[in-house]
Antibody, heavy 117, light 111 residues
Framework: QVQLVQSGAEMKKPGASVKISCKAS????????MHWVRQTPGQGLEWVGR????????TYGQKFQGRLTVTRDSSTATVYMELSSLRSDDTGVYYC??????????WGQGTLVTVSS | DVVMTQSPLSLPVALGQPASISCTSS???????????LNWFHQRPGHSPRRLIY???IRDSGVPDRFSGSGSGTDFTLKINRVDAEDVGIYYC?????????FGQGTKLEI
């Protein structure tokens, strides 16, 4: 069965960076794009960015431009999301989600990122 | 970005009664390929969202048939014909027709 397993909770200070992983299993990893979605108290569910099947094709949300990097490692079937220059309003739960035809059938369990001094 | 507006934001319903959630988009969700990528998700506290419906009206495997989706263009509806206790939580619509994908604010269903 398809599974997306994310790394554990992170606590960071403002200005720091965080890198979250999402390990996929149960399907052909190179067949689907992977997206990142976050859930914050202030903004609800918000699309963060995506990476295409080849790993060369990324798209980032406008508010994350310049501080977001999404990568994928086909040898380990893992996608990574790194967000830098963290602010308190980046606090929230970050999900990876497998994209197919404008929809997310599978989600990771979520990773809580807390940004606090 | 396409703005998704849900109503109501809070939905108290008695067990066994019907419920309906509306989702309106700021522009048509008809993709250039002719499909409409409108999804509905259900989220319980502490859990990831679970997809219920995709492409407006296609129910996911395992989703009870009391859930149905309808609509076209910019106006969409999720209906539950008899609310069960397990249906509590927050319901979100999401469009995947235009970049970036966007979500509604969520509708909290409570018994």
């Amino acid at each position: 069965q398809v599974q997306l397993v994310q790394s554990g909770a992170e606590m960071k200070k403002p200005g720091a960076s965080v890198k979250i992983s999402c390990k996929a299993s149960g399907y052909s990893f190179t067949t689907y794009d992977m997206h990142w979605v976050r859930q914050t108290p202030g903004q609800g569910l918000e699309w963060v960015g995506r990476i295409g099947t080849s790993g060369d094709d990324t798209t980032y949300g406008q508010k994350f431009q310049g501080r977001l990097t999404v990568t994928r490692d086909s040898s380990t079937a893992t996608v990574y999301m790194e967000l830098s220059s963290l602010r308190s309003d980046d606090t929230g739960v970050y999900y990876c989600a497998r994209d197919r035809m404008g929809s997310y059938e599978y989600w990771g369990q979520g990773t809580l990122v807390t940004v606090s001094s | 970005d396409v703005v998704m507006t849900q109503s109501p934001l809070s939905l108290p319903v008695a067990l066994g009664q019907p419920a309906s959630i509306s989702c309106t988009s700021s522009q048509s969700l008809v993709h250039r390929n002719g499909n409409t990528y409108l999804n509905w998700f259900h989220q319980r506290p502490g859990h990831s969202p679970r997809r219920l419906i995709y492409e407006v009206s296609i129910r996911d495997s395992g989703v009870p048939d009391r859930f149905s989706g309808s609509g076209s263009g910019t106006d969409f509806t999720l209906k539950i014909n008899r609310v069960d206790a397990e249906d509590v939580g927050i319901y979100y619509c999401m469009q995947g027709s235009h970049w970036p994908y966007t979500f509604g604010q969520g509708t909290k269903l409570e018994i």
